[in-house]
């Protein structure tokens, strides 16, 4: 037999299993938004995701369905697991990554450790939350934010007045999330992954540095992290996975406050841009990890080759020509850099690929992968 997987999305995650996927003979295919995705490697077929008959369509003969984002709608979701179709994540474990305020009732009720929050649905509420909060507070959008749109610092009840005016529209939330602004010292990354049959396992705990909300770079491991913030973070990672029935790779993003404690900011259900190093990093990546467990087989091992690993993401790209144009001179410089073109047109801000680095010394890494993106930017 031959496995196969369909994936809906065609960003550059879906591009990113397909390597793994053609490793292990596992046939993939990619229902893309359009033509020309980053996943274009793959079988892609272009089609809308929030269409059930186009996903059915696409979801017929793989044995089972993943995702490069968490927007597919529950109604589509559910025609194919009623369908007979494996979903991996499910739907029910999708639902709390969908909605920021659904996760953080979630990470509550099972009592994990999330930054104080409540729903807001106007300036009363808002400034109700700031009097408590010391007149500092963090507003999000429940839905469709990623990197770093749809959160807002907010000083005054009025912060939020835009977002507050849009409430209630079709199918917008009818509330806003709103947390304390949190100190942290630093933020953290786990990505564990979990089989339908109940396997996890776990990659290095890792710290990522966050510019305008967008992951800029990641080192594996993060440095010094203890035993017990190590295993706390795993625990966290570890009673997600098992409560809320994750399936695939899920990612924990965290903070480690300035007295040393760990808060859950956000979760993914796929693969994260805070486990990229595990490409060149891990003898397992999150790629083929993720692969292995939504086909329910054993899962990989997942320690590092290197002491260290170095992830820097190239942000925006060349202002003038492609990444390609820039290879040779890059290559030359660095032969040690594992480049990773994710076939995107440059635009500002946009991750259109990402560098890694290992080895012993993290200086060293951290100095190449870092010059490595450089060639990339200007
Ligand atoms: P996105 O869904 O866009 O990834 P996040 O909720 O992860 O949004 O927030 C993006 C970034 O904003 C975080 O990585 C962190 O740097 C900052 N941030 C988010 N929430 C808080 C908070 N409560 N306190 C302090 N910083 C925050």
Known sequence: MTYRIGVIGGGQLARMMVPPAVHLGIEISVLAEAEGSSARLAATQVGDYHDAE???????????????????????????????????????????????IVMRERLTALGLPVPAWATVRGRDDLAAFLAEHGGRAVVKTPRGGYDGKGVRVVRSADGADDWFAALGAAGASDALLVEELVEFRRELAQLVARRPSGEIAAWPLVETVQR??????????????????????????????????????????????????????????????????SIDGAVTSQFEQHLRAVLDLPLGDTSPHRAWSVMVNVLGGPAQGTMADRLPALMADQ???????????????????????????LEDARGRARAAVRFFED
């Open 212 to 277: 305008d909300g967008v992951c800029a770079e990641v080192t594996a491991p993060a440095p010094d992290a203890d035993d017990a913030l190590s295993d706390e973070a795993r625990r966290i990672a570890t009673v997600v996975a098992e409560q809320v029935g994750v399936t695939g790779v899920l990612a924990v993003e965290l903070f480690e406050t300035t007295d040393g404690r760990l808060l859950v900011n956000e979760l993914a259900m796929r693969p994260h841009n805070t486990g990229h190093w």
């Open 335 to 361: 032969p040690g850099a594992k480049v990773h073109d994710y076939g995107k047109d440059p635009r500002p801000g946009r991750k259109v690929g990402h560098v890694t680095t290992t080895g012993p010394d």
């Open 54 to 100: 186009t996903v059915l369509r696409f979801a017929k003969d793989v044995h089972a369905v993943t995702f490069d984002h968490e927007h597919v709608p529950q109604d589509v979701l559910r025609a194919l697991v009623d369908a007979g179709v494996e979903v991996h994540p499910s739907p029910e474990a999708l639902f709390v990554a969908q909605d920021k």
